[in-house]
């Protein structure tokens, strides 16, 4: 294959985050997917009071906005669901799945939005159309035939709202199981596992204002610019005012670095940008936790040395004294930890750890902020935990200007948390259904989402029921995950669009489209509202404004209160009360969960209101009412790994993509245009290798001990990019085949998508690649 082509599409990004690319990609997006009227309409709508929550992201909204806020990724995300095209069943008519299963996600996406209810022929291996009474009592027949019901599973995926989500669980609970897979598994369980241990509740404890008042704001692990790039503009304006914000991430993001606000026209025309984090500093992929032990250390250091020197110390003893547990012990687990070993996992040099340190130290508040690259770890659960010892330290919790603040994910994951969707729920919880209900819910645990693809690899589970979302491609090893899918007795997708989990076959297959956020959702008493929580804790409402995809489309409420009722025929809920009037949901989850009191007036308020969280009161919701350090024994995710991975992989967004849905093949802050079979690793390891940009190698994942395993990926790209040494980064979801199942937090089940040891082999003959994989 000649040079040139070969990096073709591959070229260092030189422009700051936002500003006229962003416009421009707006732009795009809203030619190629949706017509002009229907676009304006959307686009100001988003994140109004009156409007529709935008499915973007979780990032909250300031309260009096004044004008629309504007974001490219929301855009997308709001042009992707409000696009003209179809797939109708003449689509699937004219397509076996078997020939769309050869289809990536892209072009199955790309294919538009569902129109009617589908039910899988084998005999013509097509989807055909289904009336909804058929396809609700098909389908409770077979939940009927299960004889144990903690054989079926019940995905949730993060956009569904309280509403919906509440009547999921409701419904799941009726019929007698708590398995509830859901995307949080795969996203911030470690926040939900780790925070209650250490400060009481799950759940980040800022809130927007708190920006206004940091002084310095950690942002570890996450990648703003395209995950939540409403966020630049909190950053830009905490920069503004002389705020300090350092970045910690193997890769250095140019979300991180540098954003022209699309709002302002002064930095737009005179393309000038506002430097966000000042001090950027790439830790090795998995050393997190390393670098947080080491600023630590270095904190008791310099405490020490102010008391002897007869200066104030660093360490707020008065509030560790009044409100904690757990220091001596997290002293010595520090003591005992030495340089040698928090500099070779972190990757960082002692000086640049003392930076953080010193910064650390002298600032009045503190926020920290993190992401995915916190999380997603085989010990995501104690990288959380060190945030919160970090922040305890200095008694940075419960106080104006400082918190932790976990980035989440979907739009609503954490709002679903909230109303009920938990594979462990408390016995405060069972009991309040119990109470509001009449009928008594399971009382074992269920499954998670690993937990559910064992279930159903072993055959112990039989059906699989996924409120949005695209299980099979999200979750790691498709070398597992496929086949047993494949095994199931029961599927049924409720979806916007195709996508590959749904051609994924078991015996009895139902796809059934539902309506989207931005679209009018009417019943019996009128335009229906539902609501949504932020990242932030703000529950608020969302009301869609958009005529429906389609005329046979069912709300995500309505739909699941069919599937009870054709399930349940001694059901002691009155599904069909709520579901004409939804206010009876928010009742009724107001019932259940008594922060919610009020629920139907509180969401009025323009806004919404804020869930109580006790942490940020200095409550302490433990089991000795204190806040806890936690000590995490050891500091490396696999202590062999020093040993024998010099290649840790990672595995990443593009600017053009959410989750498993592919916008776009580009990523434009990182320089790649219209491909995505690429490795990114900094010039050191390129050149260690000899290797350069464009040549290709095959990516084979190493078990613990080092051993090369199955699990590969052939043909990769290398794409040079200023990043940590040790570390290398691919594209979700397609480098989950290099993610065994097996893999993940012991403590919270998160899959270890960011700690995968490598090894690599170069192509000695480059192949042409299509660009985009499967
Ligand atoms: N446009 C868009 N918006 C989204 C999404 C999307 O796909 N597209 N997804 C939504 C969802 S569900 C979620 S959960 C969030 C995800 O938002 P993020 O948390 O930002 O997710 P990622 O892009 O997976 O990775 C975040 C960053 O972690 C860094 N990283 C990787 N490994 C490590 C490590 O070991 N240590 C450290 N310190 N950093 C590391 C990567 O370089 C990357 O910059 O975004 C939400 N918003
Ligand atoms: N390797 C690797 N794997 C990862 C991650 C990673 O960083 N690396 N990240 C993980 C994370 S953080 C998450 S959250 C999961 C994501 O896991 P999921 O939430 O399961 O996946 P999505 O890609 O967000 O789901 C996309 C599908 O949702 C459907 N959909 C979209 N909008 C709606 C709606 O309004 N209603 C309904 N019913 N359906 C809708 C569409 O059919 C679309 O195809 O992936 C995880 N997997
Ligand atoms: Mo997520």
């Keep these: 294959m000649k040079e040139q082509n070969r990096t073709v599409g591959i070229a260092p990004y030189g422009g700051s985050a936002g500003g006229w690319g962003a416009l421009k990609a707006v732009a795009d997006a809203i030619r190629g997917q949706m017509s002009v009227k229907q676009d304006v309409i959307a686009l100001f709508k988003v994140n109004q009071p009156q409007g529709f929550d935008c499915p973007g992201c979780a990032w909250p909204d300031p309260q009096h906005a004044s004008s629309f806020e504007f974001c490219e990724n929301g855009a997308k995300a709001v042009s992707w669901e409000a696009t003209s095209k179809r797939t109708t069943p003449e689509f699937f008519a004219a397509h076996t799945v078997s020939e769309l299963w050869h289809r990536n996600a892209f072009e199955l996406e790309g294919e538009g939005r569902l129109t009617h209810p589908m039910k899988y022929d084998a ?3 097509t989807y055909q159309p289904i009336e909804w009474e058929t396809a609700f009592n098909e389908i409770g027949e077979h939940l009927r035939s299960y004889e144990d019901p903690n054989s079926v599973e019940f995905y949730t995926s993060g956009r569904a709202s309280n509403e919906a989500a509440f009547l999921w669980q409701l419904f799941a609970r009726e019929y007698g199981t708590n398995n509830f897979p859901d995307c949080s598994n795969m996203c911030h369980e470690p926040t939900s596992v780790g925070l209650p241990e250490s400060i009481g509740v799950g759940k980040g404890t800022v809130q927007l204002e708190d920006f206004d008042h940091a002084d310095l704001v950690l942002c570890i692990g996450h990648n703003p610019g395209t995950n939540h790039p409403r966020m630049l503009g909190t950053l830009r304006e905490v920069s503004k005012r002389g705020g300090t914000i350092v970045a910690i991430n193997p890769l250095r993001e140019r979300g991180l670095e540098r954003f022209t606000s699309p709002q302002s026209p002064i930095e737009m025309l005179s393309f000038s940008s506002t430097e966000l984090a000042s001090t950027y500093y790439k830790v090795r992929v998995g050393g997190d936790a390393a670098m947080l032990k080491g600023v630590m250390k270095l904190l008791l250091r310099m405490h020490e040395d102010a008391l002897a020197a007869g200066e104030p110390g660093v360490i707020d003893e008065a509030f560790i004294n009044e409100h904690t547990e757990g220091f001596d012990a997290l002293k010595a687990d520090l003591d005992a930890t030495d340089w040698d070993h928090i500099l070779k996992v972190s990757g960082m040099e002692r000086e640049e750890i003392q930076h953080i340190a010193r910064l650390y130290a002298s600032a009045e508040r503190t926020i920290v902020c993190y992401g995915m690259g916190i999380t997603q770890h085989q010990y995501g659960t104690q990288n959380v935990q060190q945030i919160a010892n970090l922040l305890l330290m200095r008694g940075n919790i419960g106080k104006k200007g400082a918190g932790i603040c976990p980035l989440r994910g979907h739009s609503n994951v954490q709002g679903d948390r909230t109303v009920g969707i938990t594979e462990i729920p408390s016995q405060e919880l069972l009991d309040s259904i119990e109470k509001a209900f009449g009928f008594r819910p399971p009382q074992e645990h269920g499954h998670g989402a690993v ?9 112990h589970s039989k059906a699989l029921l996924c409120l949005g979302g695209n299980l099979a491609e999200a979750i790691s090893d498709p070398q597992v995950t496929f086949p047993a ?6 599927v049924v997708h409720m979806a916007t669009k195709l996508n590959r989990s749904h051609l994924l076959l078991g015996k009895h297959n139902y796809l059934l489209p539902v309506l989207g956020r931005t679209e009018t959702d009417v019943q019996k008493s009128g335009a229906q509202s539902v609501t949504v929580e932020d990242s932030m804790s703000m529950v608020h409402a969302s009301r869609g404004s958009l005529k429906p995809a389609s005329p046979h489309l069912k709300s995500e409420p309505a739909l699941v ?12 809920v009155d599904w069909q009360k709520m579901i004409n009037d939804y206010s009876f949901i928010r009742d009724a989850i107001e019932k259940v969960f008594p922060a919610f009191a009020d629920f139907n007036e509180r969401v009025k308020q323009p806004g919404g209101f804020h869930l109580r969280n006790t942490a940020a009161e200095r409550v302490w ?7 806890q350090f936690k000590v995490m024994q050891g500091i490396n995710e696999d202590p062999r790994s020093l040993k024998c991975h010099d290649m840790v992989l990672t595995t990443l967004r593009s600017h053009d993509q959410y989750n498993t849905t592919l916008y776009g093949l580009n990523d434009r802050y990182r320089g790649v245009t219209g491909r995505r079979d690429v490795l990114f690793i900094n010039a050191d390891e390129a050149e260690k290798r000899q290797l350069r940009v464009g040549d290709q190698v095959n990516v084979i994942a190493l078990d613990a001990e080092g051993n090369h395993t ?13 990043m940590a040494a040790g570390s290398a980064g691919a594209y979700y979801p397609e480098a989950n085949v290099l993610v065994p199942l097996d893999s993940h937090d012991t403590k919270s089940g998160i899959p270890a ?5 490598i090894a690599m082999e170069r192509v000695a003959e480059p192949v042409e690649t299509s660009g985009a994989r499967r």
């Design 123 to 125: 005999a013509t291996d």
């Design 451 to 459: 937990e559910a693809i064992r279930a159903i690899r072993d055959g």
């Design 485 to 490: 899918m494949r095994k199931l007795d029961l």
């Design 561 to 572: 209160a069919g599937l009870a009722m054709a399930t349940l025929p001694n059901t002691v």
């Design 621 to 627: 919701n433990t089991p000795t009412g204190r806040a």
């Design 710 to 722: 199955s699990r590969r990926m052939d043909n990769l790209t290398i794409v040079v990019l200023d």
């Design 753 to 757: 998508y960011k700690s995968v040891p």
